[in-house]
């Protein structure tokens, strides 16, 4: 593991594919040096332009590249572990949200491959030239429709043109903030047995309006229409409440909606404190009696008022 660490480098000949040196008065032969997009070999290459085509971006590098272009990422998400409290709260979230995104992904591309239309910018990318083919060249009723045998533009940027139902970057918006937003509320106790601070409530619509502006913003550079992103908002959202209904006891009920489920061990609506033990301060507020044992969950089936 040293020489993954070592910061010393052997001195070595311009050509290090057939570089030589001495080892004990005898001769021996240098590997190939590894490069990659971590290596510094990488990074001279990427400095002169000379990275494209060589596979250097699509190279798995050694674990001491990896370890060295990612020790930072890695240091600071081992300190914000250590204020985590609840490894299945983390566990949970995580996979939610990739859940959500990924699912919403699949479902919007599939939805663009076999509905699409056509972007406001269309006729910007195809730059038709109808006098190039003559009135006969039309189709449809009176010979008044064309084909994209008119365009005259980049066919990739045709192609792409032609795929503007749903939103993609709308779905993936409103996908992972509306998670974060769910997620918030049931951490925050937004909606909850107590009178919150107001503060709360901003902080907790504040990914709903990021996903907002994110949607609105692919109208005004007229990438999309208004009902790609209104489509692609609403497919995000159904994911998003989907995901985080899976991996937690429940969505709106303030009781449960902070505890995260587990694979084999079903949850308990039961009376009393939940009956996983431990999830109780698993929360960002300490209002009301949150966060203590007694405080952290109450009896009966999510959504559901208690008759006796």
């Known amino acids: ?6 910061r010393r480098t052997r001195p070595a000949d311009a050509n290090t594919a057939t570089s030589v040196g001495t080892n004990n008065g ?17 990074n001279r290459h990427a400095n002169t332009g000379t990275t494209h085509g060589n596979g250097s971006l699509n190279t798995r ?14 240091l600071t998400m081992v300190i914000i572990g250590i204020r985590i409290r609840s490894f299945w709260d983390l566990n949970n979230s995580i996979i939610g ?26 006729l910007a990318v195809c730059k038709p030239n109808v006098a190039a083919y003559g009135a006969e060249s ?56 107590y009178h919150p601070a107001f503060w709360k409530l901003i902080v907790t619509y504040m990914p709903v309006l990021g996903a907002v502006l994110i949607a609105g913003a692919l109208t005004i550079d007229e990438f999309h229409n208004w009902y790609d992103v209104v489509a692609g908002g ?16 429940s969505v709106w009920d303030f ?20 009956a996983f033990d431990g999830f109780h301060d698993a929360i960002f ?23 006796g």
């Open 1 to 6: 593991m040293q020489r993954f660490f070592n």
């Open 26 to 42: 005898g001769t021996i032969r240098e590997k190939p040096a590894r490069s990659g997009l971590l290596s510094k070999r990488g």
């Open 61 to 74: 590098p050694s674990f001491g590249q990896w370890i060295k272009g990612t020790w930072l990422d890695l």
């Open 97 to 122: 949200l990739l859940y959500s995104l990924i699912t919403a992904a699949v479902f919007q591309v599939f939805v663009k491959w076999l509905i699409g239309g056509l972007r406001p910018h269309f």
């Open 138 to 193: 039309g189709i449809g009723f009176a010979d008044i429709m064309y084909n994209r045998k008119i365009c005259t533009g980049d066919e990739k940027q045709i192609n792409d043109s032609l795929e503007s139902m749903p939103s993609g970057h709308s779905t993936a918006a409103f996908a992972g903030l509306i998670f974060l937003y769910l997620y918030l509320n049931a951490k925050l106790k937004v909606w909850s047995n």
């Open 234 to 249: 609403l497919i995000g959202t159904v994911m998003a409440f989907s995901a985080y209904r899976m991996v937690y006891a």
């Open 255 to 274: 009781r449960f909606n902070h505890i995260p489920l587990t694979r084999n061990l079903p949850f308990h609506y039961g009376d009393g404190p939940s």
């Open 285 to 307: 507020t300490r209002k009301a009696g949150w966060g203590s044992h007694e405080g952290g969950a109450f009896g009966g089936a999510p959504l559901m008022l208690r008759t």
